[in-house]
């Protein structure tokens, strides 16, 4: 979900549930892995506010999780 603010920062929301991934350790990596994509493409985003629900994280590597986000933000913000 992404909706366009009035305000300069750009803002990043993560749902995980326990009920996709059980265990803590791999709701937390993503949330990581997410922030910190997020956090280095920032100024791409201003007047943007997204919300991302992770599922099947459990199984990507690092990089794909970081280029899937990186790639739905930008179509989501280019639209």
């Not at 956090?39 to 919300?51: G, I, S």
């Amino acid at each position: 979900m992404a909706i366009k603010t009035g305000t300069t920062k750009a803002k990043l929301g993560l749902a995980i549930s326990k009920k996709v991934h059980r265990l803590a350790i791999e709701r937390n990596r993503f949330k990581r892995i997410a922030r910190e994509t997020f956090r280095l493409q920032q100024a791409e985003f201003k007047n943007w506010e997204f919300v991302v629900m992770a599922r099947h994280v459990k199984t990507a590597n690092n990089a794909t999780i970081a280029q899937d986000l990186l790639m739905l933000l930008t179509k989501v913000a280019t639209k």
